[in-house]
């Protein structure tokens, strides 16, 4: 979880979002995501226990629509947040700078990624390039014409390595962990694909 919900300010926080309009769990998980940008969200096993805390010690209560609970705030629950107010305010600061952070983060992975598929592109071509030249080596030895058939193969298995891994990058992202493990599974791909286009 992140460090800005220490010390119980995730409790706060929560309070701050049902103060803001009735929720259920969903619409509050989402709430905090929207908040970070979509660059953290707390699981439902973080936010539900802590829901039902806020209940017992009657700062929340719930009803029922469509078939799920929906939290409210209660006047203890204002009390509690008028109360804390400059905590709170810290929060929403150390909140701002966090997603500014995460941004920063999340912008370098990119740009590494973007190098490095870049980098792969860039061999793969060459390779490519290689095997037409070789195609092209053998087509004159053997007194053939027109344009090799494995070239296009070559050319068309480069198109869709890059479409699936913009495709993964996109979907799914990466973090700093995983860009590590990108880039060593990137750099076997390129030693194989030497050997295999006879390139030492």
């Avoid at 309009?21 to 619409?27: I, V, W």
């Avoid at 709170?88 to 490095?116: H, K, P, W, Y």
């Avoid at 087509?139 to 479409?163: C, M, Q």
């Amino acid at each position: 979880m992140s460090p800005v919900f220490g010390h119980g300010r995730l409790r706060l926080y929560l309070l701050k979002l049902l103060d803001e309009q009735p929720r259920h769990g969903y619409d509050i998980i989402r709430g905090l995501e929207d908040r970070f940008m979509g660059l953290y969200a707390p699981s439902a096993g973080t936010v539900y226990p802590r829901l039902a805390r806020l209940e017992a010690e009657g700062l929340v209560s719930h009803g029922e629509a469509d078939g799920r609970k929906v939290y409210r705030i209660t006047d203890a629950g204002r009390v509690e947040l008028r109360t804390r107010a400059a905590e709170l305010a810290e929060v929403e600061r150390e909140i701002a700078e966090m997603v500014r952070s995460l941004r920063d983060t999340a912008q370098e992975i990119r740009s590494e990624v973007r190098g490095a598929v870049a980098d792969l592109r860039s061999e793969l071509r060459q390779a490519a390039r290689e095997v037409r030249r070789q195609d092209r080596v053998t087509a004159r030895t053997a007194g053939s014409t027109g344009t090799p058939r494995a070239a296009r193969d070559a050319e068309a298995l480069i198109a869709a390595f890059r479409g699936e891994a913009r495709r993964l990058v996109r979907e799914h992202g990466l973090d700093e962990a995983r860009v590590t493990t990108v880039r060593s599974i990137l750099d076997d791909a390129l030693g194989r694909l030497r050997e295999a286009v006879g390139r030492r």
